[in-house]
T-cell receptor
């Protein structure tokens, strides 16, 4: 049972490059989201989706793009990487009822991104 | 503006004793509070939650207390075990967007043998 799978686990980019962080879940969860974790700041929501074809912005969406064409996948695109986007990124999923009512989420192992 | 704050970056407790992790919040509209536990190189895992209509929730060694008048919640771990050493995040959600969890900065708990 894979749960939430993120790839790649590590990535180094140069300023201005673009890339996509992949996220897939096999639990048939309606809700998916992306968070970033920075030292001393906890996790901050970037984008989220409550179902295929529906996405919305979180707290820190600038510089990121998402789409949700299937229930299973929720890729995060960095359009033009900047050093401020150096962070650890976590994808999370949840059942619509639980995620929307209680916030109980299942997280991936994270993707560590460094932008030089 | 940090709506959820964990003011202790770290906490060290002896094995077998009680660990108490604290969390303060500013938004009175939050109606669900959660604790997540995170080991190095892993994603956070859900630990326990509490609704704002309750003041206590227990799950085995873990108990969460909510004091709405003080906008404060705490996580008690009794007895503490070495495997409890991890970073603990407090999180909160409001009635209109449980999908928009707001996290605290985290507290690193170390259990000493």
């Amino acid at each position: 049972n894979a749960g939430v799978t993120q790839t790649p686990k590590f990535q180094v980019l140069k300023t201005g490059q673009s890339m996509t962080l992949q996220c897939a879940q096999d639990m048939n969860h309606e809700y998916m989201s992306w968070y970033r974790q920075d030292p001393g700041m906890g996790l901050r929501l970037i984008h989220y989706s409550v179902g295929a074809g529906i996405t919305d912005q979180g707290e820190v969406p600038n510089g990121y793009n998402v789409s949700r064409s299937t229930t299973e996948d929720f890729p995060l695109r960095l359009l033009s990487a900047a050093p401020s986007q150096t962070s650890v990124y976590f994808c999370a999923s949840g059942r619509r009822g639980q995620a929307l009512n209680t916030g109980e989420l299942f997280f991936g192992e994270g993707s560590r991104l460094t932008v030089l | 503006d940090q709506q959820v704050k964990q003011n202790s970056p770290s906490l060290s407790v002896q094995e077998g004793r009680i660990s108490i992790l604290n969390c303060d919040y500013t938004n009175s509209m939050f109606d669900y509070f959660l604790w997540y536990k995170k080991y190095p190189a892993e994603g956070p895992t859900f630990l326990i939650s509490i609704s704002s209509i309750k003041d206590k929730n227990e799950d085995g060694r873990f108990t969460v207390f909510l004091n709405k008048s003080a906008k404060h919640l705490s996580l008690h771990i009794v007895p503490s075990q070495p495997g409890d050493s991890a970073v603990y995040f407090c999180a909160a959600s409001d009635p209109w967007g449980a999908q928009k969890l707001v996290f605290g900065q985290g507290t690193r708990l170390t259990i000493n043998p």
